[in-house]
């Protein structure tokens, strides 16, 4: 009796939410092709319940549903007029539930199950008892169903970690910390300066020119696209009347995708390229081929006009480009030459005023705060056309030159976070000067306050508030995380907003989000710009040893010129030079141009440490380890840890 009463409660089905009084031993059949965990309909007293699948099937495929636990919220679609385009595709029920609209099929009667695709993944639904072929009808699925075993991408020595959230089926920042809910910045001792871009799309005037709104949140608030939806709908779709989005790509396969190697990741993003409308030249379809015709003379104003007149539709399109009076075809050497030209003279802070060097190396760029007055044409559309060519660049396996930007703009497009690390990366010596601050007590003698000074090319110095009230709040030793809050949130955005929001939307104009997810910043730079074949010779002769490296032939020197000749790739080698230096290529001129590469033995510091790099002054600061795997070892997980 007790072993009959154990397989009773082995069949019994735990719903949730309120009570509702059944008949003894209410029962109901599981139907045909269900599996535990998925969720099917079915009638109790006169009314339609969702239920889910218990874990335990029974051979007669029949559970009983206790009377304290179902569900007695009446779970049955309403067939009533439903306005698709003011309703949201999915949205939340609970923690676990997503509620999913679709229609009926052809040939499908009340009760009978079909499948649905959501995020990629087929899902069983039952008909409703009132339903009929071409109706809408809501039905929920089971988060658990959808979302795989994903692969969390790390950040930030592990504290921050994205993953798939099942409330939106968004990607997440969540922090990974056991210790403390703050995320540790280790540098400046701070725990919560990390920031996140949050894009908040807009229609504009234009169709083809979508706005928005660009603003900093913290890492935990910032939510990210993990999926992809065609926006076009394939012929065959609209003969047959279906004009549903199909998914190209969802969150399962990104969080696989994001931690393979370089090359595989790029195989794979150049694949979904080509499922959105693929880059491509002169010997693809001419039917589906975007021709671009360019006087030399006028390079930066025809092409400009040329990619701003275009939709997204036709920027995903395969290009060719013809320069006037030079008659042939386009099998890729002419759109490369293209990419080179405009992207040479756009990138040159010298040229058009839109950007200005990084303070710690001169091979990268930001946004020149002053580029309104500097630049005589609508900067805006420069920087909008800026972002619309780095995102055809990567969408077409193209290199633009001279295109080095500071590496908080790349993660302003990939939505990475942000920390002061950033601000360290671009101007060393204004990061050293707040870590200072740290050391003072008193700040009355400062007479600092929430503000910072500004001047635009021959006018007077302006004071700018960086936050509401700035110039009446004073700095002192409480609210110095505040200042260093407010000033990390200035520089890396408030500051160009407007030049930062346009070259964003641009790229995105492009490339849309959810693919983007598997990049780090280091491997979108080095992607746009181009892994550069590093000249080690050119290296060695442009080196200078310091500390416990007084010769160059001291046996951890020699152990490093063997690693980074021998046992490197050119990818570890871009990696360990972006370390270094905080880029990953280096000009025409060759090391040269860095003023010296230095390398430093530290003779205080333990073996078990890693190396450290001083960027602003291209130095490479190192213990002096004992054995080359000992080296190798530390010098692999040194690049490893900074790749974003």
């Not at 500004?454 to 007077?460: A, F, L």
């Amino acid at each position: 009796m007790k072993q009959q009463d154990q397989q009773q409660g082995d069949n019994t089905y735990r719903a949730k939410k309120k009570k509702l009084l059944l008949p003894k031993n209410t029962r109901v059949k599981i139907p045909p092709r269900i599996k535990p965990g998925m969720t099917f309909m079915a009638m109790i007293q006169g009314k339609e319940y969702s239920i889910i699948c218990p874990k335990r099937i029974p051979l007669h495929r029949r559970i009983r549903v206790s009377n304290n636990l179902v569900n007695n919220t009446n779970l049955s679609p309403s067939l009533s007029t439903f306005d698709r385009e003011n309703d949201e595709t999915i949205q939340l029920e609970n923690n676990n539930l997503l509620v999913v609209d679709t229609v009926v099929p052809e040939r499908i009667k009340p009760f009978d199950f079909f499948e649905i695709q959501v995020y990629g993944t087929t899902i069983q639904v039952q008909c409703p008892k009132d339903g009929n072929p071409g109706q809408y009808f809501q039905c929920q699925i089971n988060a658990k169903d959808i979302i795989h075993d994903t692969k969390a991408m790390k950040y930030n020595n592990n504290n921050l970690v994205r993953t798939v959230c099942a409330k939106d089926l968004k990607f997440r920042w969540m922090n990974n910390s056991k210790t403390d809910d703050a995320i540790v910045d280790q540098s400046l001792e701070e725990d919560d300066i990390v920031f996140v871009r949050h894009l908040t799309f807009q229609e504009g005037k234009d169709k083809r020119l979508p706005t928005g709104i660009l603003s900093l949140v913290s890492a935990t608030e910032a939510t990210f696209n993990s999926t992809i939806e065609d926006d076009e709908t394939t012929k065959e779709k609209k003969a047959s009347g279906d004009d549903e989005k199909s998914t190209v790509v969802t969150f399962n396969t990104i969080s696989d995708v994001q931690v393979k190697p370089l090359e595989e990741k790029l195989r794979w993003f150049h694949a979904v390229c080509k499922d959105l409308g693929g880059g491509g030249n002169c010997q693809k379809d001419g039917n589906n081929l975007i021709k671009l015709v360019i006087r030399r003379e006028h390079l930066m104003q025809d092409s400009i006009k040329a990619v701003m007149s275009m939709g997204k539709e036709h920027l995903r399109m395969p290009w060719c480009i013809e320069f006037i009076h030079e008659p042939g075809v386009d099998w890729g050497g002419v759109t490369r030459e293209w990419f080179q030209l405009v992207s040479q003279q756009l990138f040159n802070p010298k040229n058009n005023g839109l950007w200005v060097c990084s303070p710690n190396n001169p091979m990268n760029l930001a946004i020149n705060p002053s580029s309104a007055s500097a630049c005589d044409v609508d900067y805006l559309l420069y920087f909008r056309f800026a972002g619309r060519l780095l995102g055809r660049a990567l969408f077409d396996q193209q290199i633009v030159k001279g295109g080095h930007l500071a590496s908080y703009l790349y993660k302003h497009f990939l939505g990475l976070p942000i920390t002061m690390q950033d601000l360290a990366d671009y101007d060393y010596d204004f990061y050293v000067a707040l870590r200072k601050l740290r050391d003072i007590d008193d700040f009355s003698e400062l007479f600092l306050d929430f503000t910072v000074t500004e001047q635009q090319d021959d006018s007077k110095p302006t004071s700018v508030e960086i936050i509401t009230g700035g110039c009446n709040k004073s700095v002192t030793k409480h609210n110095l995380k505040e200042y260093y809050r407010a000033l990390l949130q200035y520089r890396v955005l408030e500051r160009t907003k407007l030049q930062t929001t346009e070259l964003v939307l641009g790229f995105l104009d492009v490339i849309p989000e959810a693919p983007l997810a598997i990049f780090d910043s280091n491997e979108l730079e080095s992607t746009l710009c181009g892994l550069p074949i590093i000249d080690v010779e050119d290296w060695k002769a442009n080196t200078v040893y310091s500390g416990a490296f007084s010769t160059g032939k001291e046996e951890p020197v020699q152990w490093f010129w063997e690693i980074v000749t021998v046992d490197f790739d050119n990818e570890q080698r871009s990696r360990l030079l972006q370390f270094v230096t905080g880029s990953s290529g280096v000009s025409l001129s060759g090391f040269a141009s860095l003023g010296g590469f230095v390398l430093e033995g530290d003779t205080t510091a333990s073996t078990d440490r890693f190396p450290k790099a001083r960027t602003c002054f291209n130095r490479l600061i190192m213990p002096c380890y004992k054995t080359k795997d000992e080296l190798l070892s530390k010098f692999k997980t040194a690049i490893s840890l900074s790749l974003v």
